[in-house]
């Protein structure tokens, strides 16, 4: 069932705007964030919830088990909803799925949906191949 979004698609392109930069630049991105702010892991039945979980999440993979960085290639905008297309691109640095930090290299595409209501991110569904990403850590 289709819900009208309160979020024009120019208020929604000025909050991913503002968001994927503060992503991109290291800055304060969890601030674009709903405080219930739901964010599902599409290659598992993991969904995380409020503004904190979400925010250690990205943290975890961009941080912690990666040095890595989005790279953006394509954004899409509608009435509250948006689409990033990107390339995750670092080194394996730390622990992930069981497979200790290697130090290879990793560069792969993945996409994220985006809900979006009253200027603030809602949802979002992460698709992150993490067959690709685990067979370019030595994992399989």
């Known amino acids: 069932m289709f819900v009208q979004s309160k979020t024009s698609v120019e208020r929604t392109q ?10 991109l630049g290291g800055g304060p991105y969890a601030r674009h964030f709903a405080d219930d702010v739901v964010m599902t892991l599409m290659w598992t039945d993991q969904v995380l919830r409020g503004r904190d979980a979400v ?16 790279v953006l290639k ?20 730390g622990e992930f799925a069981g497979v200790a930090a290697s130090g290879k290299d990793v560069n792969m595409p993945y996409c994220v949906v985006y809900d979006l209501d009253e200027d603030k991110i809602t949802a979002l ?3 992150f191949p993490v067959d690709v990403l685990l067979q370019q850590i030595g994992a399989k």
Do not use: C, W
């Open 74 to 93: 394509n954004s899409f905008v509608g009435e509250g909803q948006a689409v990033a297309e990107a390339d995750f691109v670092g080194k394996h640095s």
């Open 125 to 127: 569904r992460l698709y």
């Open 14 to 23: 000025t909050t991913m705007t503002a968001y994927l930069q503060d992503l």
């Open 55 to 70: 925010e250690q999440m990205i943290n975890y993979l961009h941080q912690q088990a990666f040095a890595a960085r989005p």
